[in-house]
């Protein structure tokens, strides 16, 4: 058996404000497998952000222990954990958070040139994603010029564009009405399927929740693991 790409063992985060503290995840366990894709379910304000944030190796405050790619993340200092998670994470937010001045392959090229990359094999990928998105027609467009799925399908090739074996997805389709969040998340997990990556993915919607191979659910910080989805 392969060992799991995301491991987290008691993992807690509380915020405290004034007198009030809040504890927002009490202890969660999480396995999720090489290529394995897993819904992340809780209402809203259950504490799936903070635990995206916590795995990102985004925030610190956490106490519990996280690995990630066969890495101890909290055994890393700042440039450990920077390079871990640009070597084992790609990230998609409700918001796009594309960079306005450049174009849709510009966007999807740049984070493999920070890895050094050859630009041609860079721009190749980057066709290639966008591609199979459907923007081969977008290619050279900016992002304000892009409609919001088009946004979000830019984001998800520049998460996949170094080939991480984990993306970290939170809310991908939460800006986008229905009928486009239901297209862009088909395209979304049929691309990390072809991939290969496997994904963790935030959402409250329980409909694109059953999508996925495995749901689990932040109740009162911690998790209840629902299963696999019924055939
Ligand atoms: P979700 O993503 O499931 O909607 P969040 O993780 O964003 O939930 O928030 C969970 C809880 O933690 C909320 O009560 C929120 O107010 C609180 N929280 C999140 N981040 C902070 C912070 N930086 N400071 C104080 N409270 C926070
Ligand atoms: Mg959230």
Do not use: C, W
């Not at 405050?61 to 440039?79: M, V, Y």
């Amino acid at each position: 058996m392969s060992e799991a790409v995301l491991e987290t063992r008691g993992l807690k985060r509380s915020f405290t404000q004034g007198d009030v503290t809040i504890t927002v995840l009490n202890g969660v366990d999480l396995a999720v497998q090489p290529g394995e894709i897993v819904a992340l379910l809780g209402p809203s304000g259950s504490g799936k952000s903070t635990l995206l944030q916590a795995v990102g190796l985004l925030e610190g405050g956490f106490e519990g222990s996280i690995r990630i790619n066969g890495q101890q993340a909290e055994a890393l200092d700042t440039d450990g954990r920077t390079d871990l998670r640009r070597e084992a994470l790609g990230f998609v937010y409700q918001f796009h958070h594309l960079l306005p001045d450049f174009t849709a392959i510009e966007n999807v090229t740049l984070p493999q040139l920070i890895r050094d990359a050859e630009p041609e094999a860079a721009n190749e990928r980057a066709v290639s994603l966008l591609t199979a998105l459907g923007l081969g027609h977008r290619l050279s467009h900016r992002p304000a010029k892009l409609s919001g799925g088009e946004q979000q399908r830019v984001a998800v090739a520049r998460a996949l564009a170094n080939r991480p074996p984990l993306i970290l997805a939170d809310e991908p389709t939460g800006n986008l009405d229905e009928h486009t969040a239901d297209v862009v998340l088909a395209e979304f997990l049929n691309l990390v399927r072809k991939e290969g990556s496997a994904a963790l993915v935030a959402t409250h919607n329980e409909r694109l929740a059953r999508r996925m191979d495995r749901v689990v659910r932040l109740h009162e910080g911690r998790l209840e693991v629902l299963g696999p989805k019924p055939a």
